[in-house]
C-alpha cells in the first residue's frame, strides 16, 4: 500500500502529511490534479469534491475533524435505526456545496447533508446541513465585519 501512494505522490495525485502527536503516521489526501482525475471516475459522477486542502498545514489541521464528522454521521444512523427512522450511511452526503443567493456570499458548504426518513405520521423525508464544531476555531459574528 506505500509503495502504490508513494507513487501516487510521485505521479503529484496525492500528497501526505505526518499527523501530529502520532509518530510516523501520516495522512493522505488528493491534489487538485488528483481530484479533477478522480472526479471522471463514474462512480463519482455528480458527486462535489470536497475542497481540497491548500497546503499540508490546512491538511494536518482538517485531519482530526474528519473523524468527527464521521461519527456524527455514525450517530445519526443508530439514532434512525434505534427509532425505526430510515437514515442510510449514504444518506450523509460530506461537503456539498449549496448556492442559496447571489453574489460570492450566496453559497455555503456544510459538513455534511443528511437525509432522514420518518414514518410517524406519514412518511416524511426530512434534510438538513450538518455542521461538527469542535471548539477550534474562533467565534465569528455574521455578516463578517
Do not use: N
Not at 455534511?112 to 434534510?127: M, N, P, Q
Amino acid at each position: 500500500m506505500r509503495r502504490r501512494l508513494r507513487r501516487l505522490r510521485k505521479e503529484g495525485l496525492v500528497e501526505d502529511v505526518v499527523l501530529p502527536q502520532a509518530g510516523k503516521l501520516r495522512a493522505w489526501y488528493l491534489t487538485e490534479r488528483g481530484a479533477r482525475i478522480a472526479a471522471r471516475f463514474p462512480e463519482l459522477e455528480g458527486v462535489t469534491s470536497p475542497p481540497l486542502p491548500e497546503d499540508k498545514t490546512e491538511a494536518r489541521l482538517r485531519v482530526g475533524h474528519i473523524p468527527a464528522v464521521t461519527r456524527t454521521q455514525t450517530a445519526f444512523v443508530a439514532g434512525a435505526r434505534k427509532a425505526g427512522d430510515e437514515c442510510q450511511p449514504l444518506d450523509f452526503l460530506p461537503e456539498v456545496y449549496h448556492r442559496y443567493g447571489e453574489g460570492p456570499g450566496g453559497a455555503v458548504i456544510p459538513d455534511g447533508l443528511l437525509h432522514y426518513t420518518t414514518d410517524a405520521g406519514g412518511r416524511a423525508l426530512h434534510r438538513a446541513f450538518v455542521e461538527v464544531d469542535r471548539g477550534t476555531m474562533a467565534a465569528r459574528s455574521w455578516p463578517p465585519s
